[in-house]
């Protein structure tokens, strides 16, 4: 009976940590893919405790999507003009 509960708590847990995470079957891949890249640009990944490289994170990836967006333009560009 003990065995029982204890695997029916972990599943418990496991489902609220599949909820948390946003993995679940009914949530929204746009949801869970734009929390992915706003954590990824907002510098999530790094220790918070270092604000010196936080801040540098977001700069750095905030000019690289800039850099992208400039070279897709200036791609598009050059292959219409020929």
Do not use: C, Y
């Not at 509960?5 to 995470?21: F, G």
């Not at 220790?47 to 977001?58: A, F, H, N």
């Not at 905030?62 to 967006?69: D, E, G, P």
């Amino acid at each position: 009976m003990a065995d029982h509960d204890d695997q029916s708590r972990k599943a418990l847990q496991d489902l609220e940590k599949l909820k948390d995470e946003g993995n679940l079957l009914h949530a929204p891949k746009l949801k869970t893919k734009s929390k992915t890249v706003t954590g990824h640009f907002m510098a999530k990944d790094v220790d918070p405790s270092d604000k010196i490289e936080v801040w540098g994170t977001r700069i750095g990836r905030i000019l690289s999507l800039i850099a992208l967006v400039a070279l897709v333009i200036w791609l598009a560009n050059f292959l219409q003009s020929n």
